[in-house]
């Protein structure tokens, strides 16, 4: 960096930078792929067994090592075609969970309306923008490669950062939940960074989720909400704004709701420039 940040803004990337990563586990469009996918043919033949058998059980692993989507997904369908005594190859097990976990992250697209969002923050030499990430390990290239399309330019958190990057924190690579202490702790001491004198996180939260994520429950929406602002004010010594990027208007496929998600863009712009005006350092 050019200078010390002193100002800080966090971008959640599923559900409010990427609204269709969310949307890709609605339930008419999630059967058609664990059809399409081959997961089918292990009993994965609904949305609940989708969520108990594979997701639930193994997010926390998922979500804070670096075995990856790919890897937890063979593990699972392995363990469900032997309690079935189905003789499936493991080439063939592999397929199927390439299959529907490429599918998930074609499905993760960045909205090119948070370009403008992010440039607002990179263009501040004494700003910080982090895309904040609870993941698994393939989503940290598949994030850097969405920034690329936008034009711009990424870097995980861990690594040394340039003017005018992105940092992309993702659970899986600091091995520790976003809300905690010791995520934002590892990222800290990465970057060099001290003191702050402000921070502004732009959030759902989890609370786009679809409902039969166990991510998406309310009262798991609520203190994951106050745990990161306690976190974020304790370890960098600074006051703490938020936006909660919550969507409650319209279906998915719904003008309304496409509607709804563009407007709250705009006011999430309109709070990240708030945040970039306050305690603004000399020039």
């Known amino acids: 960096m050019v200078r ?13 930078l990427s609204l269709s990563a969310t949307e890709y586990g609605r339930a008419e469009h999630l059967l058609r792929k664990l059809e399409e996918s081959g997961l089918c043919r292990f009993g994965l033949d609904s949305v609940e067994r989708f969520w108990t058998e594979v997701v639930n059980p193994t997010w926390q692993e998922g979500s804070t090592t670096a075995k990856g989507y790919r890897q937890l997904l063979f593990e699972q369908l392995s363990r469900l075609s032997a309690s079935r005594s189905e003789k499936v190859s493991k080439a063939e097990i ?5 299959r529907f ?9 960045i909205a090119p309306q948070w370009r403008v969002v992010i440039e607002d923050i990179v263009r501040e030499a004494d700003a910080l923008a982090v895309v904040a990430s609870d993941h698994y390990a393939e989503a940290t290239s598949h994030i850097l490669r969405q920034l ?13 950062l340039s003017p005018g990057q992105v940092l992309v924190a993702n659970s899986a690579d600091l091995g520790h939940p976003k809300a905690s202490r010791q995520f934002w702790e590892r990222l800290q001491r990465a970057q060099g960074i001290g003191a702050l004198q402000v921070i502004g996180i732009v959030d759902d939260f989890g609370f786009n989720e679809q409902p039969e994520d166990a991510y998406a429950a309310a009262e798991k929406v609520r203190a994951r909400q106050e745990q990161l602002m306690a976190v974020l004010a304790s370890v960098f010594s600074a006051p ?3 936006f909660p990027f919550r969507l409650e208007v319209g279906a998915v496929g719904d003008p309304l709701r496409t509607e709804a998600y563009l407007r709250l863009i705009e006011q999430a712009r309109r709070f990240v420039r ?7 350092g000399p020039e």
Do not use: I, K
């Open 274 to 280: 708030q945040v970039l005006a306050e305690n603004r």
């Open 4 to 16: 010390q940040p002193t100002r800080m803004v966090v971008l959640d990337f599923s559900g409010t």
């Open 148 to 160: 690329e399309v936008l034009g711009l330019e990424g870097v995980p958190a861990l690594r040394a």
């Open 240 to 242: 703490v704004r938020v």
């Open 101 to 109: 976990v490429d599918g998930y992250f074609q499905h993760s697209t």
């Open 94 to 98: 592999e397929a199927c969970a390439a």
